[in-house]
Nanobody, 120 residues
Framework: QVQLVESGGGLVQAGGSLRLSCAASGRTINGYTIGWFRQAPGKEREFVASTSWSGEDYGDSVKGRFTISRDNAKNTVFLQMNSLESEDTAVYYC???????????????WGQGIQVTVSS
């Protein structure tokens, strides 16, 4: 099973940018779909973006602002977040699954999560 560790979170002002990293170990990410999800206090976990061999998917609320990419040589997936809004404040999780999916229950391995706070 692949282990995942997120990094790059923190506090940023509205309109700013952050880049999250999801470093994998234990197995290569080449054959995996890697997804990003987020969960704000009192809200359900929300799909943000995913990358698989067949392409990328984005949640409606982040399209045009967030970009997901992967560096298979570094076994790492990145989430570039631009034009951040206060509504983007949440704990962000990366996850690994065996197929292209936007539903959290289809992912098998999860990181511990990292806080992103956007101040208005």
């Amino acid at each position: 099973q692949v282990q995942l560790v997120e990094s790059g979170g923190g506090l940023v002002q509205a309109g700013g940018s952050l880049r999250l990293s999801c470093a994998a170990s234990g197995r290569t990410i080449n054959g995996y779909t890697i997804g990003w999800f987020r969960q704000a206090p009192g809200k359900e976990r929300e799909f943000v973006a995913s990358t698989s061999w067949s392409g990328e998917d984005y949640g409606d609320s982040v399209k045009g602002r967030f970009t997901i990419s992967r560096d298979n040589a570094k076994n790492t997936v990145f989430l570039q977040m631009n034009s951040l809004e206060s509504e983007d404040t949440a704990v962000y999780y990366c996850a690994a699954g065996s197929r292209r999916a936007t539903l959290s229950h289809l992912y098998d391995s999860w990181g511990q999560g990292i806080q992103v706070t956007v101040s208005s």
